[in-house]
């Protein structure tokens, strides 16, 4: 005789296993973050400097990285020759920053998941913020439950911008070899 209780909690345990296996590989997170990072790169006579402090992150009242009143983040880009400072802007917390060679893009990546709503940002010489993008649950990347997600070749992958006329397209190496492309507009 069919027990159709044993059969309807063997058909739910199934179902449930199948929608686990579905989802996004997560590991999971002992605490939360709370990095303070320090980065700085260089080109030429510029340097970019970046710091997130997100033990402080965590308390702020903004959830937009670029607010104003975000003091917990920044990127600064300076002249080194004359110490002139070119911009400083709020941004989400960045764990790789890079200037393209010819001085014309900075570019922050991160692997901050946690209170970090964007992992890629990109700004001209002059400040002017050109792309941000939520790589959380893209294609080909992997995540913990609440703090990191891996999309790019740690710890340093290859960059590089090309300009199609108005159109500027980054590559990023991702964790795997390959190339993550990103277009916004280009700086003239």
């Not at 970019?48 to 600064?76: C, M």
Request: hydrophobic content about 40%.
């Amino acid at each position: 005789m069919l027990d159709v209780n044993a059969w309807l909690k063997a058909i739910a345990g199934v179902a449930v296993g199948l929608m686990i296996a579905a989802t996004v590989p997560a590991r999971a997170d002992r605490v939360r973050y709370q990095g303070v990072v320090d980065l700085s790169a260089e080109v030429g006579p510029l340097r970019a400097e970046h710091h997130h402090d997100w033990g402080r992150a965590s308390h702020a009242a903004t959830t937009d990285p670029f607010a104003a009143d975000n003091e917990y983040s920044y990127l600064r880009l300076l002249d080194r020759v004359t110490g002139t400072e070119l911009f400083r802007r709020s941004v989400p917390a960045l764990t790789h920053i890079w200037i393209s060679p010819d001085a014309k893009y900075v570019v922050g990546i991160s692997n901050v998941m946690f209170l970090n709503p964007y992992q890629l940002v990109v700004f001209s010489r002059s400040g002017d913020r050109l792309l941000e993008r939520n790589l959380v649950g893209a294609p080909g990347t992997s995540q913990s439950v609440t703090n990191w997600i891996e999309w790019y070749k740690r710890p340093v992958p290859q960059m590089k911008i090309g300009e199609d006329g108005t159109t500027a397209t980054l590559s990023v190496e991702d964790s795997h070899g390959g190339l993550r492309q990103f277009q916004f507009p280009a700086v003239h």
